[in-house]
Structures are given as structure tokens and as C-alpha cells.
């Protein structure tokens, strides 16, 4: 159901008065949202425009300034003013065709606002602002202007001026490598640049995360603190310096702004999606959420090789042994790297070795893909570009073609890129190296997604672009990475810190499901006091795949530590990927964190919690299950004695009947967590 | 005495070998300082252009990445060859017509490099190296390259691969601040972004500071952690993201690298001065160092204004007064800040504001210029720009001619900017901003020295791009401000703690002079417990007149706190500016310094000692003195009981004879310091 209204006031138009100056006709312009928690105040008053928003009253961004400036129009902000606003409302309630929740709320106040030179009119733009009951979105929209056709954005003026100090929890900017650092929680007066999602935690106990939603055709920004406590968006620049190339019209990305009482509010909401254009696909039947296995961790721990030779992983033997297991134990897909001409040698330097067609010769793609297909599993494709984005372009329809002849319907992307930088050629036959966020990245990224989708492939994307959201319009976008996953703690100096799932919901997992690939079982492959090993418990590991939302997970490790613990292996069995609903129950960045998820395909539901290297106990009601129902509650949760260090083997399974009217503590380990399937009787 | 000697070996043309691999015939050019300390290999064996420095025969720098980018020329760099090489020595005693010292040794071996692209050796660019005992000097030098001219550089390649850890002291880069920021002191691994001089300290005690000589007509580099211990330069850009725009053929900038056993050894080098063109401006007789007060810390502290008004401090009396005051103590010069229009209202944000021509009606430029004449002192007279530097070179020929009327000298300019960025209009009107050491204003400061000496006038420029030596090239730059100054202690927040001067030697004051204003007696206009003061005793600002050096030096205070104590003002009336030599006797970074200086104007020798906030003795020896000679030596010490936060007025003066053979035992208080001139008997 869709409800729209709409008002347009016009200020008159400047151009009609010769002596018009801000001072005397200064505006301001406040909208709030539904339930009127959110205030946003826009005002011309500094002399430019500005924006402020408080929270039940609280100011939370003092005025920040808005702008852009190009290369060859005059900078838009400094001596704009507002000259018309146009408001509106609008309410729907639409669905995903998966997700971690079926239906969404979509309901807004929104005000569109034009800003015009007061000097001369012919420079206008307008600032659209959406403000939900969990947050607010912002973009700029610059119109066509008589004259003007091509245009370069080479700097956004957006400020976001906290009006507080605040906790910083955050990953740095314009890094070597991307977006795979360790969380820094700081004081917001030690971060120089940071990447977003950027959550803050102010003295208040309100929540605060910075994004974007719905990037297209612009760049990624990334923020730079300028000024004690004031953040200015940092767009990340093509090779030669400028930010944006386009034409009029256009409109920026949304400037997201999370705002909510109590950590758990920064994960129950859907601002993100909100704010991105629905479904352009048509029917997505062909997009299916699932779990997959693969020829993948065995190169991490070095027992096989993705290049060729004696170790070679990606064989017909090997890849055959791993279609009997996933066929054994139910899983949709199996995942191989390694299979593809290139990865001998120096790929990681140059990319360009990459074949996306030829396979090596101990890999037969067509007789795996029948064998697969036999055993209803499905192969799962691989094409690493290792950055060279050309080669893969030139390659790009040939490689769909062959997959989707093959009945492959799921790729892993990769843009690994040595000194963090993307390679293309240009026209001129001149390599130019982009930044995995510039826009020219932005949209190939997409490139690979809506070429994908005309042969009903859907990708998961490894060192991407960071999510915005786009999800909605492309449901073939089904994953990604974009932050530290798993695979750090095979060989990462050093791996992932206990606390490094319990900050991810709260930063990285706001802005979509992550690719994070949970579910090592021989969690220390070199010894339990080696530098390298998985810092949680096993059960820890279960409960991450409900923990961190994603429509496909891997179960990553190898085979044989699965077949030896098949009472752990059963929630990875039981668990289901896509849900009706998903509730953060509890949690604190950084400490800990509780999700339920009822079930898509059933009415069964999960419960998934984690803590830091702190051990904890949580209790949380039932209310969430059905109110007449029982529920057999299939508890893996950590032993009595286990801790991450010396003892994360000890795991305690057991059943019991329950009710919604029921409470259940969750007694964890240090870097421990608890799993629970609540199925329903 | 010069001397030059060159050969030179050619590969062999690239061109000609057309299977030409790397691999086969990778290169490696080896240069070693004249005394074989420091030794610089570069080679192409890696792929590209590749540098590592050691010293004593222990790695400094591992291979470290060379390389340039292009906007419409490839990328020069990756796949290019060694293709020759072309030796020199080179060694000089040259003059200087100021300065710490009188003469200076210019003693290097030097190679410069060719190197090609392996396929087409249409792309050829060389880096020059000299190395000299001190450290080393390297810069990209582009050849003419037929069909090509106007060029823009993008990104410069540059790595200082650190080969070890080391601890860092710093200043955060690409700040809103310029370089106005208490200084760091880290962990190499935890700097993001910093300015240079760039200094550290290696774990074998080896000092290493990274900065750029002869910075012209290109843009300045901060230095950006890209990976762990390797720093790039990340070339500062323009509005549109541009780095340099030039045309074929040119050269960067020389890239430093000061390496020394200890921490004194940083301060005894000329490392920056030798790499900069001799003198261009011929006879320079008419650039005077000296000393000066000024109508400015009055404002600071809030007694006077720089606007008009009731305590406007630019007024015919008051500059009177000041002459007089000047007059009476032998100071050269009285500086006088708020003499033109433009000081009401909004001239912070907006600079056009400002008339470098007009007075304000209580302010009678010639009238008080003939007073200064008549009591032998010059006015100094002083631009602030507040960052419209349009509306500044507009005004800027008038205004100069204007002084040079007037018989001012020497004028103090500043580029103070709102948010951190220059304002220029463009050819179309449009109004665009710039960074302070970005290529444009590069140029624009530089344009300002060379009008300036057309009118035999010198420049102390506030707010500046940092000093790479220029003033060897153009000896009228006499001074320029770069770093946190004396200002700060009036309204900082905070002011500058205890140990900035013990910090300041080592980094700032390896690129050059510097404004800091000395010599406040009035250590605490707010009181000793007050937030806002000076963080010393009254003997350090004493010391700082040796230890900070610069042509030009300030009496800072108001007249009437030198007035009451005229026992330590004789210290700043006796000491000179001028330096026939600088010896750095002892120190350690942020911890103390202890500088001997002779006089160019007599036989005296001078010593500055200052501690940070720790109390400290240290015992020099007086070997620098004439050895067949007495000195009275007159000591302006800490008194015992002195400490900087609650007794910073005690101190001791007293005299005593001594000779070359004797030690002194100097004494120092909590962020104290020494002062001692050496009279020559």
C-alpha cells in the first residue's frame, strides 16, 4: 500500500529581486520524521547551505555545511540560498523477494529543497531529505542548466558536525586494504579517515552510524575529519584526480544517517534498503539463498594449491568428493577456486593472466557440472580478476555464456589488486589504476551484475564495493565482502580479534549481508597457541550464521572436520538462510550481540549470540515465538569450561520444549556464542 | 672551489633489443656518499623503478617504489628499464649572505638515471640522486618527448619503505590546520597522513627525516601510510584533483632524506639549503636580519584590536610609542598589525575584504614611517591575506611600490584561511579553492618574493607553504611561520605543551627559519593556573632566541613587561640574529637541545639550552671557543627553585671568565632553558 502527498511552496523567484540578499530573507526548513523522534533543521543563514538534526530533541549534528564544487561550474553552496521547498509523505509496505526480513516498512517525511546563487539564479541545485522514525537520508539533484551538458564533480562539501563528542567504532580510509582492517574504537577526536558504515556511540547512549545508500554512477566517500568533530565526505577520486564525471542531470548517492536510542535500534533497521529503488529485474525466482562448500579453505591452510601441480585443489577428484558431501549433508552448492588458466605464477601482480573460460587440464567443467547436477548440488563459479578489470570485461560475456551453459547460477567475484589499486586500459591502450571505490569501480561492479542477470547468475562480490543497498533494485547482487572475513584468521597478521564479530553487526553488517564464510570447525590448524588460528569457540562458529545476516554461507572448512563433529555440523545442516523476520534482540557494539530469525521456509526460529573475548550471560524472553505454539529449542551453546584460548572445543548441545512466555539464558564463553534452532512442534 | 667530474655509461638503446625482458637484464646503479656512509642502490630488477638506502651498512630504506602518473601520457614506472647512467662528484664552499652559518660545504656524488619503458623507449624519464655525508637528495627529471608539451601529473609514485620500525615525530597531513598541530610521537605503524620534515628515530639510535628541497612550479607532498611501514607522497592536489600541471621538460622537487648516527647530526646538516639553486637575486645587501616588536601580542591577549575602534591597536600614538620603545633598546623594527581597512566584520571568511593601501584613519602611514626614520627603526609592515589571494596580487604591485615609498623592508604576510583553503577566482570569475601547498600557491608565494625583491623588500610569510630552502635561491625569503608558534600560548587550545621547542629543532627546523616569536615575560596574562599560557620559565625564552633560529626575531611581549625587567631583556638586546656559525652541541628528540652559536657581527658566541617538561643537567664543554682567548661569560639560567608551571619567573644572571679548555654545567628547571652569550675579551 503506497500513500503519497505533496505540497510545493516557492519562495519566489531570486532572479526577481535585484537587492535580494540571505541576510534579510534568511530560511530555514524543518522536517521530522513520522513519530516526530527526528528533527532535521536545513537553513541558509551561515551563508551557505546547511543542515542540523537532533533526536527527541538532542542535538546530534550541529549545522554542517553542504556544497559541491566542479571543475568547470561555479561551486555550488557559499552564497546559495533557499528559494522553494516541496514536502511530502509517503508510506508503503514492500517485500524482498529474500532477505532477512519478508516484508519491509517503507514510511517517510520527505522535503525537497532548491538552493539557488543568489546572485544569479542560473546556478540552482536541490537537497532531498527523507527522515524515518530510524533515521534520515540526503542527496543532492542538480538539474539541467541551459548550456551545460558534461560536467566534473571534483570535491562534496558535505559535512556531518557532531554535536558531541562520541566513541568511535571504525575501520580506516583510503587504506591499502580497502576495507579489510581491524575495528579502532576510539574517542571521535583519534580518527583521521574512516570508511562507513561509521558508528558512533554518544555520551547520551544514542547510536549513530554514517553511510550512503543506493551508490550509482557517483563515487564512494569515505570520511575525512577536518575539523575537530566535524566530518567532510572525502569522494574517492578517479586516477587522474577528479571525483564524479557526468551530466546534468544527476543526483548523488543518499548521505545516510542511522540515528537510534540503544545499539540493537542501528540493527532493526531498514534505512539502507529504504532508500534504494525497487526491483528493476523483473523476476528474481532464479536468485536462490542457500548454503554452499568448498575447494577453498584447503588453499588458506596451505594444503592445496590454487595453481597447479601435486596440490592442486581445484581437481576432478576433489571437486567430486566435495559434490558427495554437500549432496550428503544438503548443501546447495560447492565452490571452487582454482580451476580456471592463470593462477600460475604472477597473477597477483598482473591480472591479466586470468583466463575466465579455460579451465586447467585436471578439470573437466562440463562432466562436474553433470555430476553436480546429478547429486542436485550446483558448482558455484570463480573468476578473479585480481584487479584487472580489462581482461575481464573483454572476457565477461563468453564467461556467463559458458557458466550459464554449465547450470551455474552463483559467481564469486574477486578484484584482489597488489598496492590496493584496480588496473584498466583506456582508450588509448594506457593503463590507469582506479581505487576499488572510485566511480569508475562503482560502475563496473554493476556492470558485472546486470550482465550477470541476463543469464540468471547472481554474484557475490569479493573485495568489492562497499554495500549501499542496491540489493533491492538487482537481487542478483547476493553478497559481498568488504570487510575482514575468515579467511584473516588462516594466515592474517594478526587474525581477527575476538571482538571482531561483535562489532561487524553494528558497522559492516548495516549496510547488507556479508560473504563472511563462518563455520571453521578445527578452529586451530597449527596449534592451539599459534599465532594463526580462529580466536572464538565452536559454538561461536554456529552462531554466526545467524548472527551475521547473508543469503549464502559457506560452511567453510574442509570436509573430514565436519564428518568429525556431525552433532556441531547439524545446525550448519538445519540452519536456513533466507528468514520472514529478523529481530537484535540485545547487544552492545563491540561487546556482544543476540539476533532472532524466524525461518522463510518454515516456522521454525533462530536464535544466534556472541560475545568478545569477555565470557557473558544474556537472558532473553521468548516473546518473539509464536504466542500458541511449543517449540522443541535445539540448544549448541559453550561448554561450562570452555574458553577461546586453551579449551573452544567444549560445546554443550541439548533439547528442551519451550514457549513464548519462556525466558533462556545464554551463558557464553570468552569469544564464545550460543545457537538455537526453536523448531517448531 | 668547485670541482666536477661526470661520466657516463649507456646500456645500450632499448629500442634496439627487441626481446628486451627485465628479467635478463635487470640493473642495479649503486652511489655511496663521498665518506662511504650512506650508500643508495636503484634498480629495475623488481618490475619498476626501485631505490633502498643504507647506512653504516645497515638497511634504512628497503626497495622502495618509483614512479610518476599522467593524466594523458602512460603511467612511467611499472615495466620500465635502467637504460643509463651518468656519474658525477661534485664538491664547494659557498656563502651565504645570511644565515647559522657563513659558509657552507656542498660536497656530494651524484648519478642520474635513465630509465625507459622496455616496449617503446618513446616514454624516458630520469631520477637524479646525490648523496652526500649528511643524506641524500633524489628528483624526477622529464625529458622533452616529441608530440607531447603541456603534461598534468596525477599521482607520484614515490615509497619510503621504512626497514625497520621506528618511532615517529609528527604532525597529522592534509589537516584543516596547515601545519599549526602539537606535534605526535608514535609508533611508525600508527601514522596515517603527516607533513613533512618527517622525522624518526631508528631502534639503532639513527635518526631519519624525510622532506623536499627547491620547491617550485610543483605541488608539495605529504606522506600517506599506504601499507605498513611503506609511505608514499601523496602530491598535494588542486580544486579539480590535478596534482601538477606543467609542460616538458620538468623536474619535481628534490625528495630528502636526512640520515645521522644521532639526533645532533640532523641539526649540523645542510643538507636541505645545498640541494636549492645558488642565488638568483645578486646583490642582497638590502635583506637585513635584526630584531623587531610589534603592535600583535597586544591583540592576542585581548588589549588591543585589529579592528577599529576604542582599543585599536594600529593608532598613531601607540606605534609612537613602540618606536620609541624600539629606539631605546636598539630593535630594528616595529611591526604593526591592523594599520589597513578591512579588519571589521567578516574578513576571516572572506579576505577581499582587505585594501593593502588604505589606511585606517588613526593610523598615518607616512608620518610614522618618517618617525621610525628619524629614530633609526623601520616599520614592518604586514599583509594578511586571510586567503584571498586574488584580491591580494590585484593590490599587491601598488601596495608593494607603497612601502617601498615608505621605507619598509620587510613585510610580514599572512594566509590565514576560514575551513583551510585559499580562495583564487579563475579566469571565468569563478571563485575556487586551493590548498596552501598545493601547486597554485606554490607559485603564488613565490611570486610574492620575487615582486617583493624587485623593490628590495623581504618576506616573513605566515601561514606559508613549508620552507625548502628557497631562501638560498631567493635571500629576501627571510623567515616564514609553518608550525605552532608562540601565538598559540595566548589562546591555543591547548597552548603549546613543554616539550613543542624541545621537538620543534628536530622537525620543523630542519626546513628553515622560522617566526616563532620568542621572548614573552609575561609568562601568564591570565594567571599561572590559567589554561591559556606560556608552558615555560623565563630563562627557556631566552634560550629560544639561539635555539629556534631565524634572521628575524621578535621581542614578542608588550613594552611595559621588558620594562620591568631589564636584567633579562639585556640577553635579547645583546643577542644577534646573524650567525657565522651553529653548532648543535647536544640533544635528543622532545627531550632538550643545546645549541652554540658565533655572532657574524663580532667574536661572541652564544648558547641556548632548553629542556622539555623534565628537569635536566647537562655539562657542555666550551671547545668551540677561540682557543687563545677569554670570554666573559654571562648566564641566564633557571633559578634552583624555578619550574615552569608555579615559579617560572626565578632565574639567576651572573658572569664568570672562561676559556675554551673549561665545561659548564648547565642546569635546567622543568620546561627550562639557559641562555649564555660568550663575550670575547
Known sequence: MKQRFSTTIAYGCAALLATFTYSVSAKQVSISSPDQSITVVVSDEAGFPTYKVSHQNKPVFSESK????????????????????????FSEVWEQPWGERQFVENTYNEVSITFADKDESKWQFSARFRVYNDGIGFRYEIPEIKGESKVEVVDEDTEFGFASDATAYWIPGRGW????????????????????????????????SIHEAALVDYAAFTLDQRRPGVFKTDLTPWYDGSKVKTQLPFKSSWRTIQIASEATGLLNSNLILNLNEPNKLGDVSWVNPGKYVGIWWAMHVNEKTWGSGEKHGATNDETRRYIDFAAKYGFDGVLVEGWNIGWDGSWFHNGDVFSFTESYPDFDLPALAKYAKQKGVKLVGHHETSGSVTNYRNQMADAYDLYEKMGIEQIKTGYVADGGRIKRIDEQGHARHEWHDGQFMVNEYLHSI?????????????????????????????AREGARGQEFNAWGSPPNPPEHTAILPYTRMLSGPMDFTPGIFNLAPYGLQAENRVKTTLAKQLALYVVLYSP?????????????????????????????????????????????????????????????????????DLSFLDADAAYEMQVYQDGKNADWLDRPYEIEIYSKMVRAKDKVTLKMATSGGTAIRFAKK
Open 450 to 478: 546486470t550482465e550477470a542477470a541476463k543469464r540468471k547468475i547472481s554474484i557475490n562480490t569479493h573485495e568489492p564495493i562497499k554495500d549501499t543497498g542496491l540489493r533491492r533494485t538487482y537481487p542478483n547482487w547476493i
Open 66 to 89: 553542504m556544497g559541491l564544487a566542479f571543475k568547470s561550474l561555479p561551486e555550488f553552496g557559499s552564497e546559495f540560498v533557499i528559494t522553494s521547498e516541496t514536502r511530502s509523505e
Open 177 to 208: 586494504n580497502r576495507y579489510e582492517y581491524i575495528y579502532n574504537t576510539t574517542a571521535l577526536e583519534d580518527v583521521d579517515r574512516a570508511h562507513t558504515p561509521f558508528t558512533t556511540k554518544l555520551p547520551t547512549g544514542v547510536h549513530v
Open 552 to 620: 549464502i554461507q559457506m560452511a567453510a572448512d574442509l570436509p573430514r572436520h565436519y564428518e568429525n563433529n556431525k552433532p556441531a555440523l547439524q545446525f550448519i545442516v538445519d540452519v536456513p538462510t533466507d528468514w520472514s523476520d529478523s529481530i537484535a534482540l540485545a547487544g552492545e557494539i563491540g561487546d556482544y550481540v543476540v539476533f532472532a530469525r524466524k525461518s522463510r521456509e518454515s516456522e521454525d526460529w533462530y536464535v544466534g549470540a556472541l560475545t568478545d573475548e569477555n565470557a557473558r550471560t544474556v537472558e532473553i
